[in-house]
């Protein structure tokens, strides 16, 4: 029992050790991703969404459509046509770094 209850500590440490990663690398791929929007828009990347929403999405990491479009402000924001492709990416970043 006592080496289950270690391995399942050691597993929950390590998913924290690894959440800022996966929090990081979403947030520099939305970034990414709003500024190739702003340029074929010929907008500034903060018309297209905010830094505060880019790191509440990053910090929630939605796993599905209804997560992601319940997060305030996501659905006036310019990202919202991007949906799909954005709960796509967070799970590529959650398999690569979580």
């Known amino acids: 029992a006592n080496a289950a209850a270690s391995a ?3 597993t ?3 998913t924290r050790e690894q959440a800022p990663q996966v929090e990081r690398q979403v ?3 939305l970034q ?6 702003a340029i074929n828009s010929r907008s500034k990347a903060f ?5 505060p929403l880019l790191k509440e999405i990053s910090r929630r990491a939605p796993t ?5 479009r319940a997060i305030p402000g996501f659905a006036e924001s310019g990202l919202a046509t991007e949906a799909t492709q954005i709960v ?5 970043v ?5």
């Open 64 to 68: 599905g459509l209804d997560d992601l």
């Open 27 to 29: 947030f520099l791929r």
């Open 94 to 98: 959650r398999m690569q770094y979580g």
């Open 12 to 14: 929950a440490e390590a």
């Open 32 to 37: 990414e991703m709003r500024q190739k929007m």
């Open 8 to 10: 399942a500590r050691a």
């Open 47 to 51: 018309e297209i969404a905010g830094n």
């Open 88 to 92: 796509t990416m967070i799970a590529a």
